[in-house]
């Protein structure tokens, strides 16, 4: 492995944390705080990107690993075919979000947060450990928790302590097990990922029910759903943004469940894919009949994980290579979603739809993105989310052609539902009951190129899209341990 | 003669040159470097390639061996046995379709370069038109259900946006969302009917899935119905017609080359490229029959009774392609294709003529004192004045069809999801609620 491929394996999570750690405490002042978070959000974009561009390029994909330490201390960190996509995501997610936060909105340590869950995130796709994976993952809530505490809303706090507390005693107690089990059994390193999936050895069912049902409850799942639409409505949106829009739900499921776990999710397979299904359509009927913007995001989000679990849970390459590339694209149209929104919410000083309206005349460039993102959200042809929901349903259809008809169903009310939050924000004339919106400006040079840049990946990849079906391939042939699993049990039955 | 490689590279100009040229507009309009006069160059000489490029390729198709032509440009993206395939396929039907297309787009283009010169739209609408144009071509010549999908998908986005066009205004934009709703739902049939071929069929390749249609059972019912779905959405039939009139609102141009004449017949051309399936179900042949029938009545008889041309002349459109769907269900296929044809020169021109058209009648009105549209209202003097008052109200009302979808579809629908989000607000209110009951407990207990 190159050098500089193992010092970019601690510096993409590191470097977040010790960036959060210099504006909590050495920064003072919006503007410092905005320029060296922006400092540092830059050069991890860049690395994580010529890290994807290094690994993804190759054409027999390995993995890069740096693994360090024995037994219970033991730290494994790796670029893989699941993660190198992820990691310029995140990277750029994050970047995106730093630059369109207002400057007014920097206060009381907003930056440094991001960086944290930046951090976090960036640690959790890398760590091939799974002790590693946990506390990140906890690690990237407690931003939000503590945000949380600070805001007005009663129910959102309730909800944080709740989920914070959930992931952290879920994780913990299938951890311990985990090791207990896995040194019982004569793993060295019990809880290195590699180690496990190449040994005999297979964790107890109630292991791998925790971690599935803290990924189901990252994903925003139903009924454990209710974090996401609190958290867009009630938190400080940029850091909600990149706490919740992001596939780490998804990415526990294939990284932890499908690898480590297929007692579990092979049986689980009917269950999670009727849970999949229904998210998909609950989440599709709550989104239409909103009139708030950020709320039609998170129920929009919400739906589409139950997209991405169906697919999981499918366990054919088609669908799986479909939900991974789902996942992915869900993110970049979900977060410009979102920013789209909070610039228009900066700018309006509200997200109700009742009171917006013809914000196409003074706003052109934000209107025409809000148009292609939502069209590639719905997966307009030519964007990513086309070729991944065509996977998913030629994935289904062989055994669950009964799903496909029910996602069909959900792809056409959530364009529906797009093209009403578009209309009403940006089309007609303004709304009677509008503040005075003839000052309304545009997106700016800067805002431009962000989301231009998020549209550009949505179309590259959706013309382009095998280069990024090749890099999962790896991950898509995992599935066919866990489907082997589920048959013998089906056959033991 | 052309081999077929460089046939296939010819006739792809069809889709493609359009494709090129609503892109190089798009780059020009966020360069802001678009001006009319380039905007106007580049698309007539998109539209003048893809068409030029299709008449060499058609010509070369009739001096080469008899019977359809199917040419391969390989696969857009492959997965676990799963293939898409970029196949086009040419025969008579595509052929004289597609040459419409480019022939109708060549005339809108050099119409419209006058007709909304000087309006803040030109170049918007430019490049939809050529987005449109290569989506109507993708469609016309895909050699399988998957490529005639993303065809049918930008057709139908640049429609509405097309109808949304005087975006300031309320009436259009609501109309745009009449159809965006109209077109989405009834993608559901068109998706439905795709998987279901590669479910039952292996395949959705339209002359292979001809093939495995007569060797293997399969869904011809389920196919069958979910297709002609999708052709009623795009075709305005009843009960799902109620956008066509809408549809209007766009520039007299848009109305005449989408709604009149191209857009309108997406599905009766959906219906006549699976017209060899749509055999196996008899289904799916009453439907279009019963489905057709129905709306060529009470479309006529809403176009009577319409106050304003446009709306009469969608009315009579929808009447007419109700007709086309009945001869297909018939299995009648040259007489619906010429009839495709023939209807769309016809309301091309008519929706084209309608403005100036409309000043005539005035005028012939205010010089005899009387038009033609009295003579109609004569004839229906036969019938009883109760009858007539009664299909009067009906055809004005367009017998109640959008009041009893709007009351029965979308109020339930709205109502199920406000009542779900209430619900989920109960949910988040009562998290917070028991934390203060906890604590105001601990409090008395103090």
């Given at each position: 492995m190159s050098a500089w491929v193992q010092y970019s394996l601690i510096f993409l999570w590191l470097t977040p944390l010790l960036a959060a750690a210099a504006l909590r405490w050495g920064v003072r002042g919006a503007a410092k705080q905005r320029a060296l978070s922006l400092g540092f959000a830059v050069p991890i974009f860049l690395v994580a990107c010529a890290l994807f561009v290094h690994e993804g390029t190759r054409h027999a994909y390995k993995e890069d690993h740096l693994e360090q330490g024995l037994g219970w201390l033991h730290s494994h960190f790796a670029v893989d075919g699941l993660n190198a996509v992820l990691l310029p995501l995140t990277a750029g997610l994050t970047l995106v979000a730093l630059l369109m936060t207002p400057r007014a909105d920097m206060r009381a340590g907003l930056a440094a947060k991001i960086m944290v869950v930046e951090g976090a995130l960036m640690g959790s796709f890398l760590a091939l450990d799974a002790g590693l994976l946990s506390i990140f993952v906890v690690l990237s809530l407690l931003p939000l928790w503590f945000d949380a505490k600070h805001r007005g809303s009663?129910?959102?706090?309730?909800?944080?302590?709740?989920?914070?507390a959930a992931t952290t005693a879920a994780l913990t107690v299938a951890m311990i097990g985990l090791a207990l089990e896995a040194s019982a059994a004569g793993v060295a390193n019990p809880l290195d990922l590699v180690a496990l999936a190449s040994s005999p050895y297979s964790p107890s069912p109630w292991i791998g029910t925790l971690v599935l049902a803290?990924?189901?409850?990252?994903?925003?799942?139903?009924?454990?759903?209710?974090?996401?639409p609190a958290t867009a409505q009630h938190s400080t949106p940029h850091l909600a943004l990149v706490t919740c829009l992001t596939p780490l739900g998804s990415f526990m499921l294939a990284r932890l469940a499908l690898a480590i776990f297929p007692r579990v999710l092979g049986p689980a397979a009917p269950l999670l894919m009727a849970v999949g299904a229904f998210t998909a359509l609950y989440g599709a009927?709550?989104?239409?009949?909103?009139?708030?913007?950020?709320?039609?995001?998170?129920?929009?989000?919400?739906?589409?994980?139950?997209?991405?679990?169906?697919?999981?849970?499918?366990?054919?390459?088609?669908?799986?290579?479909?939900?991974?590339?789902?996942?992915?694209?869900?993110?970049?149209?979900?977060?410009?979603?979102?920013l789209l929104t909070l610039a228009v919410e900066v700018r309006?000083?509200?997200?109700?739809?009742?009171?917006?309206?013809?914000?196409?005349?003074?706003?052109?460039?934000?209107?025409?993105?809000?148009?292609?993102?939502?069209?590639?959200?719905?997966?307009?042809?030519?964007?990513?989310?086309?070729?991944?929901?065509?996977?998913?349903?030629?994935?289904?259809?062989?055994?669950?052609?009964?799903?496909?008809?029910?996602?069909?169903?959900?792809?056409?009310?959530?364009?529906?539902?797009?093209?009403?939050?578009?209309?009403?924000?940006f089309l007609g004339p303004p709304s009677p009951h509008?503040?005075?919106?003839?000052?309304?400006?545009?997106?700016?040079?800067?805002?431009?190129?962000?989301?231009?840049?998020?549209?550009?990946?949505?179309?590259l990849g959706g013309f382009l899209p095998e280069p990024l079906l090749a890099v999962r391939r790896g991950v898509v042939d995992a599935i066919g341990r866990v489907e082997a699993v589920a048959l013998t049990a089906g056959e033991g039955h | 003669m052309i081999d077929s490689n460089s046939l296939a590279h010819v006739i792809a100009l069809a889709p493609a040159a359009p494709a090129l040229g609503g892109l190089i507009i798009a780059l020009l309009l966020a360069a802001r470097l678009a001006s009319e006069r380039l905007v106007a160059t580049v698309a007539q000489t998109a539209i003048g390639l893809g068409f030029l490029g299709l008449l060499v390729g058609l010509l070369g198709w009739t001096l080469g061996p008899a019977g359809p032509l199917q040419l391969g440009f390989g696969s857009w993206y492959q997965g676990a046995g799963y293939d898409f395939r970029i196949d086009l396929l040419i025969d008579g039907r595509s052929a004289a379709v597609s040459a419409l297309v480019s022939l109708l787009l060549a005339a809108t283009s050099q119409f419209s370069i006058a007709y909304l010169h000087r309006e803040p739209g030109f170049n918007r609408f430019f490049l939809l038109m050529l987005l449109f144009g290569a989506g109507m071509q993708t469609l016309v010549l895909a050699g399988n259900l998957e490529l005639l999908f993303v065809g049918w998908e930008i057709v139908g986005m640049t429609s509405v946006l097309l109808v949304g066009f005087f975006h300031e205004r309320q009436g259009p934009v609501k109309a745009a969302t009449r159809v965006l709703v109209t077109y989405r739902l009834c993608d559901i049939g068109l998706l439905t009917a795709g998987v279901s071929l590669h479910r039952w069929l292996h395949t959705s390749d339209w002359l292979a899935a001809e093939q495995a249609a007569l060797a293997s059972p399969w869904p011809s019912t389920f196919v069958g119905l979910s297709l002609v779905f999708a052709a009623m959405g795009k075709s305005a039939q009843f009960p799902l017609g109620g956008w066509l009139p809408r549809a209007m609102e766009g520039p007299t141009a848009s109305s005449a080359v989408f709604y009149g004449s191209l857009s309108v017949h997406a599905g009766v051309y959906l219906l006549l490229r699976a017209a060899p399936l749509l055999e196996h179900s008899w289904a799916a042949?009453?439907?279009?029959?019963?489905v057709g029938a129905i709306t060529a009545v009470i479309s006529a008889m809403s176009s009577q009774a319409s106050p304003d041309a446009k709306s009469a002349l969608s009315y009579a459109t929808a009447s007419q392609v109700g007709?086309?769907?009945?001869?297909?269900?018939?299995?009648?296929?040259?007489?619906?294709?010429?009839?495709?044809?023939?209807?769309?020169?016809?309301?091309?021109?008519?929706?084209l003529r309608t403005p100036s058209a409309l000043q005539d009648a005035l005028a012939r009105r205010a010089a005899l004192g009387r038009t033609e549209a009295d003579e109609g209202a004569v004839r229906w003097e036969a019938l009883g004045l109760r009858t007539r008052r009664y299909v009067y109200r009906m055809a004005i009302e367009r017998f109640d069809v959008e009041i009893a979808l709007e009351r029965y579809v979308v109020r339930p629908v709205m109502a199920l999801s406000r009542r779900l989000d209430r619900l989920e607000s109960q949910l988040l209110a009562l998290h917070g609620e028991s934390e203060r009951r906890g604590r105001a407990l601990k409090g008395d207990r103090r």
């Open positions: 009663r129910p959102l706090q309730v909800i944080m302590k709740s989920l914070v803290v990924a189901l409850l990252r994903m925003g799942i139903v009924p454990l759903h209710l974090w996401i009927f709550l989104a239409v009949g909103q009139f708030d913007l950020r709320r039609i995001v998170a129920w929009f989000w919400v739906s589409q994980s139950g997209l991405v679990l169906a697919g999981f849970a499918g366990l054919d390459d088609a669908s799986v290579s479909g939900a991974l590339l789902q996942a992915m694209s869900t993110v970049v149209e979900c977060g410009g979603l979102m309006a000083n509200t997200t109700d739809l009742r009171k917006l309206g013809g914000l196409a005349h003074n706003a052109p460039r934000m209107a025409t993105a809000y148009l292609i993102l939502a069209a590639a959200a719905v997966g307009f042809p030519g964007t990513i989310s086309f070729v991944a929901e065509d996977l998913v349903g030629q994935g289904l259809l062989r055994d669950h052609p009964f799903v496909v008809g029910l996602l069909f169903i959900v792809t056409a009310v959530n364009g529906i539902t797009l093209w009403r939050a578009f209309k009403r924000t509008a503040d005075d919106l003839r000052g309304f400006e545009d997106l700016r040079r800067w805002e431009t190129y962000a989301i231009g840049g998020m549209i550009a990946t949505l179309l | 042949q009453t439907m279009m029959i019963g007709l086309m769907f009945v001869e297909i269900g018939f299995g009648l296929y040259t007489i619906a294709t010429i009839h495709l044809v023939a209807h769309a020169m016809l309301r091309y021109y008519q929706f």
